[in-house]
């Protein structure tokens, strides 16, 4: 779990992701509200990838690198982008994907396991970051 309180500008997470047998995994980005909207999210069921309408079969125990995009403030179109590398393969690019009406700040990002018995994922290189409107990145 991360909290990177941007507010506006652009924010990207890229990481490298390796699933094992049963992982059920949840990805999602949130804002502070009570109860809370959500922003980019995507799940891993069955060595699926699910985002929206559309669905991505993943290898197991292979390091895919996933990289999240979307707008905060008065910079968010109501959708955001990913793009997902499998080794092996071109470059799996979902636009214009929706997101919760009203979501307009990164406050909390999390990797959520769903997975009710044994399963094993590594989560490696993740990076954090925002481009305010002034153009100067923030990160971590």
Not at 24 to 51: H, K, M
Not at 83 to 99: D, K, M, S, Y
Request: glycine share 10%.
């Amino acid at each position: 779990m991360f909290a990177p309180r941007h507010r506006e500008g652009l924010s990207q997470c890229s990481f490298d992701l390796r699933i094992g047998p049963g992982v059920e995994l949840q990805q999602e980005w949130r804002d502070n509200a009570s109860p809370y909207l959500t922003g980019p999210s995507f799940v891993i069921s069955g060595g699926v990838l699910r985002v929206a309408d559309k669905t991505l079969p993943l290898p197991q125990d292979q390091w895919i690198h996933f990289e999240i995009k979307a707008g905060l403030g008065e910079q968010s179109a109501g959708t955001w982008d990913m793009t997902v590398q499998v080794p092996g393969e071109p470059a799996h690019r979902f636009t214009a994907l929706p997101h919760q009406a009203g979501w307009k700040s990164l406050d909390w990002l999390g990797f959520i396991s769903n997975a009710e018995g044994p399963a094993v994922f590594h989560l490696d290189n993740v990076n954090i970051h925002n481009r305010p409107p002034d153009g100067k990145t923030n990160g971590f």
